[in-house]
């Protein structure tokens, strides 16, 4: 979660994919949702995508395990098999 308070009367807040925006500086009330799409960190596919037989999102940064993998100790062709074989 982050907090981006950006007046002593209005917010931004961070969850996940989702942003809220609260405002009271005229003294409306304004809360607005807004939804952002995120990437991948190491392919850059868009998350929350399910292609048919595809695995679902790793976590909230990677698509897949192997995307983990690769953006953090690089690619190895015998850990791809490895991953591959693990998942089917």
């Given amino acids: ?26 003294d409306e009330a304004i809360m607005e949702k807004f939804e952002t799409e995120t990437n991948c960190k ?9 292609c048919g037989e595809a695995e679902p999102d790793y976590n909230h940064e990677y698509c897949s395990l192997g995307c983990y993998h690769e953006d953090h100790i690089g690619y190895d062709p015998e850990l791809n098999k490895e991953l591959h074989s693990q998942i089917n």
């Fill in 42 to 50: 190491n392919c850059g596919s868009k998350m929350g995508i399910d």
């Fill in 1 to 26: 979660m982050k907090i981006d308070i950006r007046t002593p009367k209005s917010v931004y807040i961070i969850i996940g994919n989702k942003t809220f925006y609260i405002d009271d500086s005229t």
